[in-house]
């Protein structure tokens, strides 16, 4: 069974927003309609967006980092969002996975926001129906697209390929690998949702320096000599100085 | 979703009131009342569910949706308390209709061969009475069904709807006997009393179980760092969003403290005093009185309920910037 998602890796993310920028282009000029955006530039500004980039300060000062998150809909392999839908707007599709919703079905009634517990869910307040990320179903299997660009909008915008894009039941495909080998992670699995989407954590690179590799063990080029006599005659060292 | 659970609440414990009285009636512990008496009173319990119904029209992103897509909510009823909820509400509406419309004519049948009147009746009360209690619920559910929501997710929440529910109906019941000029001010306004006590008791047991609730949900579960020090900078927006808006009420702590006092006092201590005062002296005006200051305290019990939810996905939305 496939169940495509995404794997973010907080490790390269710097916080761009080229993701979040994508994703509003492409699904607000998609088939379902634009995403609401009123006063862009007014006060209060609000609007319908499926992918948020925030920033945590992790640690205290002057030991911390930054950690930018990205976060949209975890398409969950037992989404809360989808049972508690009265009337079958909201779902999960069985070929790959992806959780999305019907906006002819939905009354607007909001409970499978209330039933999501990572806020992945915004509600359109000019369509009056629920939206959410779709993993741009309307991209990946459009054909006219070129096969290598047939990913989600916010894949291939992030210009530090902190996003990959695929099966995370396949064992061999790239996201599996990379949950595997860099110890990919859930959001609250105290829930037990089980999120499809992964994180992959930062790491820290670490470099060992011995005592010898601070003091020059040869110093081929003399640069620490102490001239003793200057000789009218000019030596080679004259010229290397 | 305030007013639809309040007034459904009352329209549901008014129907419980006046079949309890015709079962009591029918046993001959209570004298039997006139048909007039239980077409009225279902008239009113009707009228209590069809206000709920209209607020509930509003709930909806747009009304229209109510007539092109709602019939839509019944089909998930598998899976989705919602939906159960959809199908039990018309039901109970349509049982309360055909019982105020079998005592308005004062039909009635040998169904089951006794010889004895009232079983049209009887087994039409039975059927509401079943709608009325699964209503109930179906109500109480869709909240505690929220895994999540610690605050809700309880099976105090469906019995406090139920017994604030019941109480509220009770003592509606009980004005609307003292009105009528009935002998059975006694009998519901004893039923109010037990019911608004039962329901002081599971409500300020949820109250003391929510204020000892462990999160189970942290910002670093929420972002998967482990780390004691984790602190938002921007949660990617420098407006507002539905996520901000929806979730949290914006009201301070000393607020939400307030309402709560102040439904505790409306919907329990004032209406216990004057129940009690108005059975002791035999005050009837007492009774509508009670009934309002109840129903106004449930308003404030239910914003109350709303805004205690804690919903974890605010720890995604704590800082702008």
């Known amino acids: ?241 | 979703m305030i007013f639809l659970t309040t007034l459904i609440g009352v329209g549901q414990g008014l129907f419980l009131a006046l079949f309890s009285a015709q079962a009591y009636g029918m046993a001959k512990i209570l004298p039997v009342q006139s048909n007039e008496f239980f077409a009225t009173g279902g008239l009113i319990a009707l009228l209590f569910l069809l206000g709920g119904l209209f607020a509930a029209v509003f709930h909806l992103g747009k009304p229209s949706y109510f007539i092109t897509r709602a019939w839509r909510g019944m089909t998930q009823w598998r899976t989705s308390w919602l939906s159960r909820e959809l199908i039990a509400m018309p039901i109970m509406i349509g049982l309360t209709f055909i019982y105020m419309v079998v005592y308005h004519f004062g039909l009635d049948a040998d169904l089951y061969g006794w010889g004895v009147p009232g079983q049209l009746p009887l087994t039409v009360g039975i059927a509401t009475t079943v709608a009325a209690i699964a209503l109930f619920i179906c109500t109480g559910m869709i909240y505690a069904a929220v895994k999540f929501l610690q605050e809700w997710a309880c099976a105090l929440t469906p019995v406090n709807y139920f017994l604030l529910g019941t109480a509220s109906g009770f003592t509606l019941a009980t004005a609307y006997a003292a009105a009528y000029g009935d002998g059975l001010v006694q009998f519901f306004g004893n039923w109010a009393i037990v019911l608004t006590l039962a329901g002081l008791i599971t409500r300020a047991a949820s109250l003391f179980r929510n204020s000892r609730i462990k999160r189970k949900s942290s910002v670093q579960t929420a972002i998967g760092v482990r780390h004691t020090k984790v602190q938002q900078k921007s949660m990617g927006m420098m407006g507002g969003s539905y996520n901000t808006r929806e979730y949290f009420h914006g009201k301070t702590a000393a607020f939400l403290k307030s309402v709560k006092w102040i439904f505790l006092a409306l919907t329990f201590a004032l209406p216990l005093f004057l129940l009690w005062v108005g059975l002791v002296m035999g005050d009837n005006g007492l009774f509508l009185l009670a009934f309002i200051f109840q129903y106004v305290g449930l308003l404030f019990e239910r914003w109350f309920f709303f805004a205690q939810a804690n919903h974890p996905q605010n720890l995604y939305y704590q800082v702008v910037g």
Not at chain 1, 13 to 21: I, Q, R
Not at chain 1, 149 to 156: G, Q, T
Not at chain 1, 159 to 169: E, K, M, Q
């Open chain 1, 1 to 241: 069974m496939t169940q495509l998602a995404l794997v973010i890796d907080l490790n390269v993310c710097v916080g761009c927003h080229a993701c979040v920028t994508s994703c509003k282009q492409w699904n607000t000029s998609g088939q379902a309609g634009p995403m609401f955006d009123d006063r862009p530039y007014g006060e209060n500004p609000t609007g319908t967006f499926f992918n948020r980039v925030q920033t945590y300060e992790v640690g205290e000062f002057p030991c911390t980092e930054t950690v930018h998150f990205p976060k949209s809909c975890l398409h969950c392999e037992d989404a809360p969002c989808v049972p508690v839908c009265p009337t079958g707007a909201s779902y999960k599709r069985k070929e790959d996975g992806i959780v999305l919703v019907d906006y002819d079905k939905c009354i607007g009634c909001k409970y499978c926001s209330w039933a999501c517990p990572y806020g992945a869910r915004e509600f359109d307040e000019n369509q009056k129906v629920m939206k959410k990320c779709t993993l741009c179903v309307d991209r990946i299997y459009d054909e006219s697209i070129p096969e290598d660009r047939r990913k989600p909008a916010c894949v291939i915008s992030c210009p530090t390929s902190a996003r990959l894009f695929g099966d995370v039941h396949d064992p061999d495909s790239e996201v599996s690998i990379a949950i595997r080998e860099n110890g990919g992670y859930q959001l609250m699995p105290e829930w037990g949702t089980k999120p499809a989407n992964h994180y992959l954590p930062r790491r820290k690179t670490k470099m060992h320096i011995h005592e010898d590799e601070l003091t020059r063990a040869d110093n081929p080029l003399k640069k620490e000599d102490i001239r003793h006599e200057t000789s009218k005659d000019t030596t080679l060292d004259d010229w290397l100085m």
